[in-house]
């Protein structure tokens, strides 16, 4: 983890102040996030964006809980880059970083057009923290599995926490 990442981390998690659900989200997010990253191979650079886009992939929320009294994820997209755009500037992270950064935020609800190994991985991830918090059923797994997963690491991680053999607790 850098130094700009972890100042990231600390500056969303006073952003999300009494939130901890959320905190917790985007924290599980970036973790799975960067183990599938370095399992996948990426270069340093597009590393550090997946990164820096699954801390602040949600940070839309509030201003469309605000906006639209709604959380979804085309609000999130539209919502989310401008305050992304200011937290990455304010640290001073490169204009091209938050360019990438910016647009896998307005697109991490989006599922088709996928343009690089970051956009598919933080979907990935994403999709791991969001079925285990939403307790889905087998149908919404495997579902999943077949329209978004496409990395190995990606496809091990959810087969370990939803193994297709076993029957899902409840």
Do not use: W
């Not at 006073?14 to 985007?26: A, L, M, S």
């Not at 996928?114 to 990935?124: M, P, S, T």
Request: charged fraction near 25%; include cysteine; proline fraction near 5%.
């Amino acid at each position: 983890m850098t130094q700009k990442t972890a100042q990231l981390i600390d500056a969303m998690i006073v952003y999300d102040r009494g939130d901890p659900k959320r905190i917790q989200h985007f924290l599980k997010v970036y973790a799975l996030a960067q183990a599938i990253g370095r399992l996948e191979g990426l270069p340093e650079e597009v590393q550090e964006i997946l990164g820096l886009a699954a801390v602040v992939h949600d940070v839309g929320i509030r201003n469309s809980l605000m906006k639209y009294q709604s959380s979804a994820g085309s609000y999130q997209e539209i919502e989310g880059p401008p305050v992304a755009r200011e937290m990455l500037t304010r640290l001073e992270i490169s204009p091209e970083t938050v360019e990438r950064v910016c647009y896998l935020v307005s697109r991490h609800h989006t599922y088709t057009e996928i343009d690089g190994l970051d956009y598919q991985i933080l979907v990935e991830a994403d999709f791991l923290v969001n079925l285990y918090e939403e307790n889905a059923g087998k149908e919404a797994v495997a579902a999943a599995r077949e329209r978004i997963f496409c990395t190995r690491s990606g496809r091990r991680f959810l087969d370990s926490q939803f193994p297709p053999d076993l029957e899902q607790p409840r």
